[in-house]
Antibody, heavy 122, light 106 residues
Framework: QVQLVESGGGVVQPGRSLRLSCAAS????????MNWVRQAPGKGLEWLAV????????YYADSVKGRFTISRDNSKNTLYLQMNSLRAEDTALYYC???????????????WGQGTTVTVSS | DIQMTQSPSSLSASVGDRVTITCRAG??????LSWYQQKAGKAPKLLIY???SLKSGVPSRFSGSGFGTDFTLTITSLQPEDFATYYC?????????FGGGTKVEI
């Protein structure tokens, strides 16, 4: 079945780095754009980044631009989020989500993982 | 950045009620709007895309409408499983932005 499984979350000190992974299965990963979305405890959804099917286009939210990097390895059906210079306000549940259509984000995100928790604390 | 404003932030309703949630964009996004449902402790689920297209498998009591800056999500005859938080998201341009959410409670 179509599935996304995030991993790599944990507790990290402010200023440190963390890399999240999202393993995809059940669909042709290399045909779709992919996103990262986060949700701070008790808060709403915040879109963070999107990458095109081939990795050539990447876009970011202002809150993470310059600190986070989205990437993908289509040979491994895996999406990544490299998070540097982490701050307390980056504490959240991080989801990866698949674009429904072939054009970046145009038709929403139709498959979501279960999320991985990142806690930034000293 | 395009700001998305949802209203109300929460509402109380009963099974069988008709519920309408509004989402307003800070500028025209044509029909580049999606709606998601999120139940407690679960990942969001895509309900509506392109403002009014129902995602396959989503019950027909859900519908979306709107164009430009004003959009609505309507649930006709609310069911027990519909109590959740609903989010709109503009997909017109990056950074993609979500509305603040509407919690539908009993």
């Amino acid at each position: 079945q179509v599935q996304l499984v995030e991993s790599g979350g944990g507790v990290v000190q402010p200023g440190r780095s963390l890399r999240l992974s999202c393993a995809a299965s059940g669909f042709t990963f290399s045909n779709f754009g992919m996103n990262w979305v986060r949700q701070a405890p008790g808060k709403g959804l915040e879109w963070l980044a999107v990458i095109s099917f081939d990795g050539n286009e990447k876009y970011y939210a202002d809150s993470v631009k310059g600190r986070f990097t989205i990437s993908r390895d289509n040979s491994k059906n895996t999406l990544y989020l490299q998070m540097n210079s982490l701050r307390a306000e980056d504490t959240a549940l991080y989801y990866c989500a698949k674009d429904q259509g072939s054009t970046i984000a145009e038709y929403g995100m139709d498959v979501w993982g279960q999320g991985t928790t990142v806690t930034v604390s000293s | 950045d395009i700001q998305m404003t949802q209203s109300p932030s929460s509402l109380s309703a009963s099974v069988g009620d008709r519920v309408t949630i509004t989402c307003r964009a800070g500028q025209s996004i044509y029909t580049f709007l999606s709606w998601y449902q999120q139940k407690a402790g679960k990942a969001p689920k895509l309900l509506i895309y392109a403002a009014s297209s129902l995602k396959s498998g989503v019950p027909s009591r859900f519908s979306g409408s709107g164009f430009g800056t004003d959009f609505t999500l309507t649930i006709t005859s609310l069911q027990p499983e519909d109590f959740a938080t609903y989010y709109c998201q503009q997909t017109h341009s990056t950074p993609l932005t979500f509305g603040g959410g509407t919690k539908v409670e009993i």
